[in-house]
Structure formats: structure tokens, C-alpha cells
């Protein structure tokens, strides 16, 4: 944990599930000694996240800010506008992400299919476009990249999603490469089932059927967020490039129910 005291952390996504699991973990393993900025659409809740935050640990420096990352055009200007105690960031957790439907081509809706590409791929990549010349200049950083099993392997009703998933995938491994002589790491994670809001935003608010996604026992948004400052925490020469992480009762992408 001391690697990480006083680093600065941006978490797109940080109003729900892994996101926010991911800055309680930080918050959690550094007693507070961090600096983190939380982003999302819904800044109420970030900022109801921040006071439980700060009343848990007195040191916690935060500033949460709106941001819709499939509003392209609105990151670059998010990025000048950082605070200046908060611009020296360290780790960017590239988060914020979502599936809609499970319809199968021919059957798509194109609003769903702009949304899905706009957030996980375009708005993903403007935000890693935006850091890497700055770690660039520092020659450090981690970017932290929410991969998925959907990345590699494909099912049906997902081919929206996991061509996302898989875009982002081969985004990563170019990074990577090019970022081979310095000494930012990029670090894909690949949860399988996880239990957040994420099938409830997929089926639209449709509880039984998000509900029906999940296997007997999946994964918590705190093991992927775990798992994420494990990586992040790791001797500067170390890459945890790429961690599939299922839960006991998934082998697999596709269908979830394996008990079935
Ligand atoms: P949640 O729905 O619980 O959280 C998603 C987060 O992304 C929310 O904080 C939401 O905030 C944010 N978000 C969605 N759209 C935007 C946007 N346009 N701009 C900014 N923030 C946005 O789901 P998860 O925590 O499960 O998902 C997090 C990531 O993990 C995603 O990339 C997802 O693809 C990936 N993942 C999830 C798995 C799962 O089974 N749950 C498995 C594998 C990967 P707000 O609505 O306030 O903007
Ligand atoms: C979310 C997991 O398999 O429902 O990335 O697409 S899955």
C-alpha cells in the first residue's frame, strides 16, 4: 500500500459498482492517503460517496466532477480544467462502460449500438488519448482498462458489446506496445459475471431479467476492484497485462447460468 500513498487516482464511472468499489479499495488500502477524482453522469451520487468518504478517512482528498464519456467532444476540456491539486495524476481507471439489450443483428437498435461504441470505445480511447502525453512527459502511469471476457470471447446477443470489448482489447495491446519503452503500464482487466448495476442498465430497468443473468454465486465489484489495485500496487517493473477473473461457477463467456 505505501507505493500508492499520495498517488492521484481518476476513475471514470466511479458513481456505481466496479468504479466505485475500485475508489473505496484505494480509499481502504491507503487509509486515506490518496487523492482521488471521481468521475460520472450522476454527480449527486458522487458527491454523496465523496461526504461517506471523508467522514470515513479525515485525510481523503477528492474532487468529483460530471462526466459523460460518450460526449467525445467534452473530454479534452474536462482534462484542462482539473483543480491544480489533483493534476498530477497517477493511475487512470478507464471504467465507465455499459451493454443495452440483448437483441441479435437485424434487430438492433442503432441509438443502442451508438451509445455502447461511444462510451466503451470512443469515449475510452479519448480519455487514454488525453493521459498518455502526459505520463508521457513524466514517464510514468497506469492505465487501467476494463476489459471483459466478452473481449474474447463472443455470444449471442453480444456482438454489439463484445466487438467493444474486443476493440478496446486490441487498443490495449497497441498501447502497450508503444508505451514498451517507458515505463507507463497498461493493464486490461477481464471480469467475468459480476453483480452490479450493469444488467439492470443492459435490460433497461428490467430487474428480473438482469436478475436471471447471474450464476449461483458471481463475482462482487470489490473483487475486481481488488484485483485492480493488486495490479496497480505491483513493483514499477511489473505488468499485470491482461487478468481474466471468473467467478467459481463461470468458465466461460456467453451464458452465465451455468447451473442450467
Ligand atoms: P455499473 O452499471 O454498475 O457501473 C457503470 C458505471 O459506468 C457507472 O458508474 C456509470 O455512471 C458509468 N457510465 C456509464 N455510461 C457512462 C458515460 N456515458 N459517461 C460516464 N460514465 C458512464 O456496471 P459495472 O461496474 O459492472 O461496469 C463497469 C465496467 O466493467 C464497464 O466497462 C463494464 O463493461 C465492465 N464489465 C462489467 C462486467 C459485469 O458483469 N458487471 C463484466 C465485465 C466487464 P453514470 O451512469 O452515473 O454515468
Ligand atoms: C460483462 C460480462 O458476459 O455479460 O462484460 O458480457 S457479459
Not at 454527480?43 to 481523503?60: A, G, H, T, V
Not at 469515449?123 to 482498462?145: C, H, L, M, T, Y
Not at 438482469?210 to 462482487?220: C, G, Q, S
Not at 513493483?235 to 467459481?248: D, G, H, K, M, Y
Amino acid at each position: 500500500a505505501a507505493r500508492l500513498y499520495d498517488k492521484t487516482v481518476l476513475i471514470t464511472g466511479a458513481s456505481s459498482g466496479i468504479g466505485r468499489a475500485t475508489a473505496l479499495e484505494f480509499a481502504d488500502v491507503t487509509q486515506g492517503k490518496i487523492k482521488l477524482i471521481l468521475t460520472a453522469r450522476r454527480l449527486e451520487r458522487l458527491n454523496s460517496f465523496k461526504s461517506q468518504l471523508s467522514s470515513q478517512y479525515p485525510d481523503i482528498k477528492i474532487h468529483t466532477e460530471f462526466l459523460d464519456v460518450s460526449k467525445i467532444n467534452t473530454i479534452r476540456e474536462f482534462f484542462s480544467h482539473i483543480p491544480e491539486e489533483f493534476k498530477d495524476i497517477d493511475v487512470l481507471v478507464n471504467n465507465a462502460g455499459l451493454a443495452l439489450g440483448k437483441e441479435q443483428v437485424g434487430e438492433m437498435k442503432q441509438e443502442d449500438i451508438d451509445t455502447v461504441f461511444n462510451t466503451n470505445v470512443m469515449g475510452n480511447i479519448e480519455v487514454v488519448q488525453n493521459i498518455v502525453p502526459f505520463f508521457k512527459r513524466k514517464n510514468s502511469g497506469d492505465i487501467v482498462q476494463l476489459g471483459s471476457v466478452a473481449g474474447r470471447e463472443p455470444y449471442v446477443g453480444g456482438s454489439v458489446y463484445c466487438a467493444s470489448k474486443f476493440a478496446i482489447r486490441a487498443f490495449n495491446t497497441s498501447l502497450r506496445q508503444e508505451l514498451m519503452n517507458t515505463k507507463i503500464r497498461v493493464i486490461e482487466v477481464q471480469p467475468g459475471a459480476v453483480d452490479t448495476e450493469f444488467s439492470t442498465v443492459r435490460f433497461k430497468g428490467d430487474k428480473k431479467q438482469a436478475d436471471a443473468t447471474y450464476v449461483a454465486e458471481p463475482l462482487y465489484a470489490e473483487d475486481i476492484a481488488d484485483t485492480i489495485v493488486y495490479a496497480v500496487s505491483r513493483r514499477q517493473n511489473v505488468v499485470i497485462a491482461e487478468s481474466l477473473i471468473f467467478p467459481n461457477n463461470q468458465a466461460g463467456g456467453g451464458s452465465l447460468r451455468w447451473e442450467d
